[in-house]
Nanobody, 123 residues
Framework: QVQLVESGGGLVQAGGSLRLSCAAS????????MGWFRQAPGKEREFATT????????FYADSVKGRFTISRDNAKNTVYLQMNSLNPEDTAVYYC????????????????WGQGTQVTVSS
C-alpha cells in the first residue's frame, strides 16, 4: 500500500503560481511512477503530468506544457507540481497518483490516489 497526501492548493489570481506537494508513505516510493491529474467541476478527471521513478522522464498534457513542471525527491518521498501562469481554466481538484506499472497518462494505470487538493484561479 502507498498513502498519498497532497498539499499546497489554494486561491490564486490569474497569472500567479502555486506549488503542490504530494507526500508518500508506505511502500518504496522510488519504485513508482508518479502522476498529477485534475478534475474540474462537472468534468472527468484528466491527465496533467507524469514522472518516471528516477525522474529522468516526464510527460505533460498540452494544456499545461510550458507552464507546469513536475519533479520528485525520492529521499523525501515527495513529488511536486510547480504551476506558473495559472489561468481560470486550471481551476480543479488536483490529485497525485502512483503507478507501479509504468509512466502513463491513463488513470487506469495508477493504483494509488491521494484525496486531492483544491486549486482555484480567479480572473
Amino acid at each position: 500500500q502507498v498513502q498519498l497526501v497532497e498539499s499546497g492548493g489554494g486561491l490564486v489570481q490569474a497569472g500567479g503560481s502555486l506549488r503542490l506537494s504530494c507526500a508518500a508513505s508506505g511502500r518504496t516510493f522510488s519504485l513508482y511512477a508518479m502522476g498529477w491529474f485534475r478534475q474540474a467541476p462537472g468534468k472527468e478527471r484528466e491527465f496533467a503530468t507524469t514522472i518516471s521513478w528516477s525522474g529522468s522522464t516526464k510527460f505533460y498534457a498540452d494544456s499545461v506544457k510550458g507552464r507546469f513542471t513536475i519533479s520528485r525527491d525520492n529521499a523525501k518521498n515527495t513529488v511536486y507540481l510547480q504551476m506558473n501562469s495559472l489561468n481560470p481554466e486550471d481551476t480543479a481538484v488536483y490529485y497525485c497518483a502512483a503507478s507501479g506499472r509504468r509512466i502513463s497518462g491513463l488513470t487506469t494505470d495508477y493504483e494509488y490516489w491521494g484525496q486531492g487538493t483544491q486549486v482555484t484561479v480567479s480572473s
